[in-house]
């Protein structure tokens, strides 16, 4: 079945503590993406990666990091986490290269909280 | 800069009744435009998307949505509304020189009985 995964569903740490999620996509997609979303803010992107290797700044980056080693998996990472980091996180893939022109296709998410 | 704009922040219909929840976006180019629909504790999945061609697109789920370019608008629209279809929907548009969707906040859809 095609689709993004991503874990953990649910998170709860505290502030400081390194965490990962992680996503895995099983599309051959090139393009990934993370966004976070909060209520009345709806979803702004963090990061995304065009390809292997190549990855970029969305509308809110900061206190968070990424990396695409392989095509399936873009992990996400907050080295420091704050409890403004406090969110829903959804990763998402696309297929060809420009991207966003494609349709998206989301994970089920991750729920963070960060006390 | 480009932008998307749901109005309506809320809506409540009854189930059987006709649906329409308003887009308009603001975009120089000829835009790639999009609606999602996210269920409770779900992610978010593409009901139908406009690239060109005909300004009338079909989705899944029954849904449907047209493009007005003189109106700036892309709206969607279902004849006859069912309980399952209480969710979030978001409008989106591609911005190509950003490589990103731009999103509007959404509007929540609940259905009565």
């Known amino acids: 079945e095609a689709q993004v995964t991503q874990n953990p569903r649910y998170l709860i740490t505290v502030t400081g503590k390194k965490l990962t999620v992680t996503c895995s996509q099983n599309?051959?997609?090139?393009?990934m993406s993370w966004y976070r979303q909060d209520p009345g803010l709806g979803l702004r992107q963090i990061y995304y990666?065009?390809?292997?290797?190549?990855?970029d700044k969305g509308d809110v980056p900061e206190g968070y990091k990424v990396s695409r080693k392989e095509k399936r998996n873009f992990p996400l990472i907050l080295e420091s986490p704050s409890p403004n980091q406090t969110s829903l996180y959804f990763c998402?893939?696309?297929?060809?290269?420009?991207?966003?022109?494609?349709?998206?296709?989301f994970g089920p998410g991750t729920r963070l909280t960060v006390t | 800069a480009q932008s998307v704009t749901q109005p309506d922040i809320h809506i409540t219909v009854s189930e059987g009744a006709s649906l329409e929840l308003r887009c308009n976006y603001s975009?120089?180019?000829?835009?790639?435009l999009f609606w999602y629909v996210q269920s409770p504790g779900q992610g978010l999945q593409l009901l139908l998307k406009y690239f060109s061609g005909d300004t009338l697109v079909q989705g899944i789920k029954g849904f449907e949505a047209e493009f007005k370019r003189s109106q700036s608008s892309f709206n969607l629209r279902k004849p006859s509304v069912h309980w399952s279809d209480a969710a979030e929907y978001f409008c989106a548009v591609y911005a190509g020189n950003n490589r990103k969707l731009i999103w509007g906040l959404g509007t929540s859809l609940a259905v009565n009985p």
């Open positions: 975009y120089g180019a000829t835009p790639y």
């Open positions: 998402a893939s696309s297929p060809g290269y420009s991207g966003g022109a494609g349709e998206q296709y």
């Open positions: 599309m051959n997609h090139e393009y």
């Open positions: 990666s065009m390809n292997v290797e190549v990855t």
